[in-house]
């Protein structure tokens, strides 16, 4: 089955330590996505990537770093400067620019620092 | 810039009664529009769109209407289940390079029986 996984679907960290969210899609997908979700806020966008070896700062990046080393990974590191840390985090992807698509998200990944 | 402002819930209903849940935004141009359905737990699943003005679109028994001159996309449902209980995004896509989207806050349904 075509899809987007994220894993771990739980995540505890103590503050401090990096972590990274794994992000991984077969859809073919050129353009890969993050996101934070937090409660009673929606979405808000922390990297994205339209092609492999680029990506772009989304509204709220500071805290965090990505990588896009092949087409079908996206893997996003919460690092010990992101002030607070703990969210829902959402990987999403989309087919090639410029044609209206509509995003595909992944499962999720709940993380708690403490 | 661009905006999405969604009604705040939590919506609190009865089954089989009628839903709306409304959804404004700001943008220059004229944005493809998404409505998208988290239920708990979960990831965001699209529920509908519509590209251009006066589109109308639906599936699942849900329907929105892209409305220029309200700048709308409110999300109507004749006759809600208790499966309908979840959280619905609007959202819309930037008028620019990288088919990003912004959201709106959410609203949380709550269908009761």
């Known amino acids: 089955d075509g899809g987007i996984t994220q894993s771990p679907k739980y995540l505890f960290r103590k503050e401090g330590q990096n972590v990274t969210l794994s992000c991984e899609q077969n859809?073919?997908?050129?353009?890969m996505y993050w996101y934070r979700q937090d409660p009673g806020q929606g979405l808000r966008l922390i990297y994205y990537?339209?092609?492999?070896?680029?990506?772009q700062k989304g509204d709220i990046a500071e805290g965090y770093s990505v990588s896009r080393e092949k087409k079908e990974s996206f893997p996003l590191t919460v690092t010990s400067a992101q002030k607070n840390p703990t969210a829902f985090y959402l990987c999403?992807?989309?087919?090639?620019?410029?044609?209206?698509?509509?995003?595909?998200f992944g499962p999720g990944t709940r993380l708690t620092v403490t | 810039g661009n905006s999405v402002t969604q009604m705040e819930g939590p919506v609190t209903l009865s089954e089989e009664a009628f839903l709306t849940i409304n959804c404004t935004y700001t943008?220059?141009?004229?944005?493809?529009l998404f409505w998208y359905v988290q239920y708990p737990g979960e990831g965001l699943q699209l529920l509908l769109k519509?590209?251009?003005?006066?589109d109308k679109g639906s599936n699942k028994g849900f329907e929105a209407t892209y409305r220029k001159e309200t700048t709308s996309f409110h999300l109507e449902k004749g006759s809600v289940q208790v499966s309908d209980s979840a959280v619905y995004f609007c959202?819309?896509?930037?008028?620019?390079?990288?088919?990003?989207?912004?959201f709106g806050g959410g609203t949380r349904l709550m269908v009761k029986p």
């Open positions: 859809l073919n997908h050129d353009a």
């Open positions: 959202a819309l896509l930037r008028n620019n390079a990288g088919n990003m989207l912004t």
């Open positions: 990537s339209q092609i492999v070896n680029d990506f």
């Open positions: 519509a590209t251009k003005a006066d």
């Open positions: 943008a220059t141009g004229y944005p493809s």
């Open positions: 999403a992807s989309s087919p090639r620019q410029g044609a209206r698509n509509e995003q595909y």
